[in-house]
């Protein structure tokens, strides 16, 4: 027997994942996943020991352990400025995925349509595709990732049953605002769709922008499924803690699929998190200017390196567009990684269009010292075909 699911028809590893492989065999600087390697603070890893040493290693509820769901309950309100209830609107998950898959499990059906803003983030097609939902694409323009709303209103039908807002986004590093996101409930409002925010990001932001929570907007509460986690704001990409946030009607069929699927988080890193989000607002501001920081440095390397990055309003990703020796975006990724060393993640994995294959992506979620070898030798690259 060596049957393969319909569901997997015509899926294949994400050239984020390959790249990484890539960059493994040639002992590079890998700029293409975001594995963001920083060092983990210290009251996560206390929080997570003291968790083991004291034999907290069995399953949790399915929607978390109690303190961690109040401290995120309290967290929501504070920084994403709407109120949930823990006990019943919080449930933590496997990752910001493991709840995206939850969420979507639970509230659509096979043949629905889900909108995704172009350029999207892979897992998030990938796993409509394997539920049987119908992807919508609605490009964004760049370089300032703009919306074209006629063209999202064209993009509604009767079949519409949710859109992605990934804010700030992966990979193009868009900050949506209030405005764009009342005008997207509206859209959801009207044709009976659900908005899936992916907020994974939101203390990565520059320029003095503020993360908005599209569940702080009263016209949109009712309609949100806020999604998010703790990988990026701790740099713990592997402990794969994250959380759904949404209203009790529908939180217990969220609950439901993520008892099947994941049974629980791991618990002693729930318990490390729970520690971690005691820690003072200072890390988070700090955080941001970091990645301001390295922003800028790699924007300035590439620039000199002959591409044309779009510079993120937030995230820690950056598309470029490739130099035109290149035939395409792989050449150009492939061409860098065996010349340079730098691994980058070729633009067509996040654009159902041809667009992509003029772009690449970079990750600057790297130590100073990293990221600044690696814009050397961007810096120092010829472009050249391989």
Sequence with gaps: MNQISDRLRGLVQSDIRRMSRE???????????GICDLPTIPELVDGACEAIRTNKATYSKFEGIDPLREKIARKIERFNGFKVDPATEVIVTVGSTGGFAAATLATLNAGDEVILFEPYYGYHLNTLRVLGIVPKFVPLTAPDWSIDFDALRAAFGPKTRGIVVCTPSNPCGKVFTRDEMEKIGALCREFGAWAYT??????????????????????????????????????????????????????????????????????????????????????????????????????????????????????????????????????????????????????SAFFASETGKRMLRFCFAKDFASLEEACNRIRAFKPAAV
């Excluded at 960059?23 to 996943?33: A, S």
């Design 23 to 33: 960059c493994e065999r040639v002992g590079g600087i890998n700029l293409g996943q």
């Design 198 to 347: 992916d907020e994974i990001y939101e203390y990565i932001v520059y320029d003095g922008l503020r993360h908005v929570s599209m569940a702080s907007i009263e016209s949109c509460r009712d309609l949100t499924i806020t999604i998010s986690g703790f990988s990026k704001t701790f740099s713990v990409t592997g402990w794969r803690i994250g959380y759904v946030a949404v209203d009790a009607r529908i939180s217990s069929s969220i609950g439901l699929v993520n008892d099947l699927f994941y049974v629980c988080a791991p618990t002693p890193l729930q318990w490390g998190i729970a520690r971690a989000l005691d820690i003072g607002d200072d890390y988070y501001t700090d955080l941001a200017a970091d990645y301001q920081k390295k922003r800028d440095m790699l924007a300035a390397a590439l620039h000199e390196a002959g591409f044309e990055p779009s510079v993120p309003q937030g995230a820690y990703y950056m598309l470029a567009k490739i130099p035109d020796d290149f035939r395409d975006d792989r050449e150009a990724a492939q061409s860098l990684l065996e010349t340079s060393r730098v691994a980058s993640v070729p633009g």
